[in-house]
């Protein structure tokens, strides 16, 4: 059974660097996909990019100037790092992992963390 | 991008009732490769994190009561709770994972009458 912590600041300023790690607990860290999902104030979800192992990443092409995305393989842990935040990046913003051996979806997801961009 | 549009946007139900939400993409999920559907549906209860529902349009994920189904093909899918129960009330979201960027239908509020 593998559990997600997360973690990050929760208020930024526009301009600043938004900054969230994931950590991974059991399962095996190798045989997963490492995914970030965001979703503003009373909105939808929105899938912001993911990892694997190898540090190998795919983004979403709206963010992709901003974004780094990066694994820790000997702590189990993957992070989240989103250069000049503005109010529109406020949201709830999720780690997710998925199982690309069994391509069963997404599963786990953590418990989200809100981060709020403002003056 | 591929768009999935949910209807309803609200979706009230009664206990014991039937329930169904559609999800129509803009482009067909089929993958010509290996024959999967790319399609999967998850469900945000009140104050938690989403959690998975069903994966690749029909496979319920370890857990999920058996009165949850996903069908469909190509372009036009359809989750449906047999009979709905209190406890079933969240945002439900279709996501498709055929290419990037993987994109999330708007949701559909499901609440009691």
């Known amino acids: 059974q593998v559990h997600l912590q997360q973690w990050g600041a929760g208020l930024l300023k526009p301009s600043e660097t938004l900054s969230l790690t994931c950590a991974v607990y059991g399962g095996s860290f190798s045989e997963y996909y490492w995914i970030w999902i965001r979703q503003a104030p009373g909105k939808g979800l929105e899938w912001i990019g993911e990892i694997n192992h190898n540090g190998s990443t795919n983004y979403q092409p709206s963010l992709k100037s901003r974004l780094t995305m990066s694994v820790d393989t000997s702590k189990r842990q993957f992070s989240l790092r989103l250069r000049s935040v503005t109010a529109a990046d406020t949201a709830v913003y999720y780690c997710v992992g998925w199982r690309a051996v069994a391509d069963m979806g997404f599963d786990p997801w953590g418990q989200g963390t809100l981060v709020t961009v403002s003056s | 991008d591929i768009v999935l549009t949910q209807t309803p946007l609200s979706l009230p139900v009664t206990p014991g009732e039937p329930a169904s939400i559609s999800c129509r993409s803009s482009?067909?999920?089929?993958?010509?490769?290996?024959?999967?559907?790319?399609l999967d549906w998850y469900v945000q209860k009140p104050g938690q994190s989403p959690q998975l529902l069903i994966y690749t349009l029909s496979d319920r994920a370890s857990g999920v009561p058996d009165r949850f189904s996903g069908s469909g093909s190509g372009t036009d899918f359809t989750l449906k709770i047999s009979t709905v129960e209190a406890e079933d009330v969240g945002v439900y979201y279709c996501?498709?994972?055929?290419?990037?960027?993987?994109?999330f239908g708007g949701g559909t509020k499901v609440e009691i009458k």
């Open positions: 996501m498709q994972r055929l290419e990037f960027p993987l994109t």
């Open positions: 482009q067909s999920l089929l993958a010509s490769d290996d024959g999967h559907t790319y």
